[in-house]
């Protein structure tokens, strides 16, 4: 899986899921200031982003996590280790 698939997954879950608009998710999309999402929803994101890696990811994984673009190499790397 490219980052551009792992960035069109996320860009879908983020509008079906927490009605993101398409044109507001960038790399660079800041993921609680600029798409609106609490704590509740990073771990309702990490969820679903078990699909796509099909391993259990732990929410202190995603700690330092504040984009798009960082959640794309997160999951980059852990589909490629």
Known sequence: MTREDILAELSTYLEEYF???KEAITLDSKLYEELNLDSIDA???IVKLQEITKQKIAPADFKEVR???DV?????????K
């Open 19 to 21: 009605e993101v608009s």
């Open 43 to 45: 771990v309702d994101l």
């Open 67 to 69: 984009t798009v673009g």
């Open 72 to 80: 794309v190499e997160k999951v980059y790397a852990l589909i490629h």
